[in-house]
């Protein structure tokens, strides 16, 4: 049992498939970023910033709610990648694991993006820089790579069951937090879109 899977990975990747499919074989919470209710946003502030920072500190309250009331195998996604870099200070001393879906096969994941037709974002140029990103950085603390590329569904599910089964995570380890060049950003004020 972990405390907390994270998964992250590019846009069409799967993380959502493969999260609800994690939450039915562990019973655990399910969440995603984009749960946050809408909100208004005051005039005179940058929107996408204060967007994206309003929901990434409502989402790390609410999955320390949920843990401080004892539910375990929390799984969360749908994060900002840059803010993948924050996982193991914010949750350092818990027993989490956080999944990288890639594709080594890049065509596979453009596929992917674009099966999903008007529900997902269609542009291909940001998944391309963006797979880029994630992929070439560092492992951060508990985090593991899963390669879905050649996979089945089914295939991702069994094997990310048995990473997360399998994995001993690290409840201290000594943990700089790498520079924001190394992340991909959807927020296009941030300067990483380029």
């Given at each position: 049992m972990?405390?907390?899977?994270?998964?992250?990975?590019?846009?069409?990747?799967?993380?959502?498939?493969?999260?609800?499919?994690?939450?039915?074989?562990?019973?655990?919470?399910?969440?995603?970023?984009?749960?946050?209710?809408?909100?208004?946003i005051?005039?005179?502030?940058?929107?996408g910033?204060?967007?994206?920072?309003?929901m990434?500190?409502?989402?790390?309250?609410?999955?320390?709610?949920?843990?401080?009331?004892?539910?375990?195998?929390?799984?969360?996604?749908?994060?900002?990648?840059?803010?993948?870099?924050?996982?193991?200070?914010?949750?350092?001393?818990?027993?989490?694991?956080?999944?990288?879906?890639?594709?080594?096969?890049y065509e596979?994941n453009?596929?992917?993006?674009?099966?999903?037709?008007?529900?997902?974002?269609?542009?291909?140029?940001?998944?391309?820089?963006s797979?880029?990103?994630?992929?070439s950085?560092?492992?951060?603390?508990?985090?593991?790579?899963?390669d879905?590329?050649?996979?089945?569904?089914?295939?991702?599910?069994?094997?990310?069951?048995?990473?997360?089964d399998?994995?001993?995570?690290k409840?201290d380890?000594?943990?700089?937090?790498?520079?924001?060049?190394?992340?991909?950003?959807?927020?296009?004020?941030?300067?990483?879109?380029?």
């Amino acid at each position: 049992m972990k405390d907390f899977i994270f998964i992250i990975g590019p846009s069409g990747i799967g993380k959502t498939t493969l999260a609800k499919s994690l939450y039915n074989h562990y019973n655990g919470v399910y969440f995603e970023q984009n749960m946050i209710p809408e909100f208004g946003i005051p005039k005179g502030v940058d929107q996408g910033k204060f967007e994206e920072e309003v929901m990434w500190e409502s989402s790390i309250r609410i999955l320390k709610y949920f843990y401080e009331k004892g539910l375990r195998n929390i799984i969360a996604l749908d994060f900002n990648d840059i803010r993948t870099k924050e996982i193991p200070i914010l949750f350092k001393g818990t027993n989490f694991i956080t999944l990288k879906l890639v594709s080594s096969d890049y065509e596979q994941n453009r596929k992917q993006m674009i099966s999903r037709g008007e529900n997902g974002l269609i542009d291909l140029e940001l998944l391309e820089i963006s797979t880029k990103k994630i992929m070439s950085r560092d492992l951060l603390p508990n985090e593991v790579i899963l390669d879905i590329a050649g996979k089945s569904k089914e295939d991702v599910l069994k094997e990310a069951i048995h990473l997360i089964d399998t994995y001993e995570s690290k409840l201290d380890y000594n943990y700089t937090e790498p520079d924001k060049n190394q992340f991909y950003s959807w927020v296009q004020s941030d300067g990483l879109r380029k």
